[in-house]
């Protein structure tokens, strides 16, 4: 104990009496910009097939979307596509959440991407009647603008 009270007592006066190093070089900078809102806010990640972690992602993206950060459960179920490429739930929940954010093509090709997995599902009806919707929407949009 009087080795650690010796220590902070020591750190301490060294900051009192200037004795700390100020840092020589500048800590260093990023390359660019954040582009993309989404993928580039998390971690790089080396993706293999891990069901668990997959499943562990949509509940959390299930949290988020009570909460109602549509944008924080479309990521976290993102995630679970990546991990579990198969797992229709993800993408239904994807189609929800990007549709939630205005975001008319993400959804539909999650949405299509269910129905491709998932074609007997009870919700694949309901997910039928929401594409040309969704369609008419994606045509209706401004094309995205390109940056020079």
Known sequence: MSRLLGLALAVGLGFAQGQLR??????PQAEAPLVDEDEDLLPRTRYAFNPIQAKK???IGNFYARKGNHRAAAGRYLEATKWHPSYSEAYW?????REKLKQPSDALA???????LAPDDKRAKAVKGKIPLLERRV??????RQEP
Do not use: C
Request: no cysteine; aromatic share 8%.
């Open 57 to 59: 992602d949509l509940k």
């Open 110 to 116: 999650a949405y299509r991407r269910f129905l491709q």
């Open 93 to 97: 929940r994807l189609g929800r959440s």
């Open 22 to 27: 100020e840092r020589e070089e500048t800590p």
């Open 139 to 144: 045509k209706a949009e401004p094309p995205a």
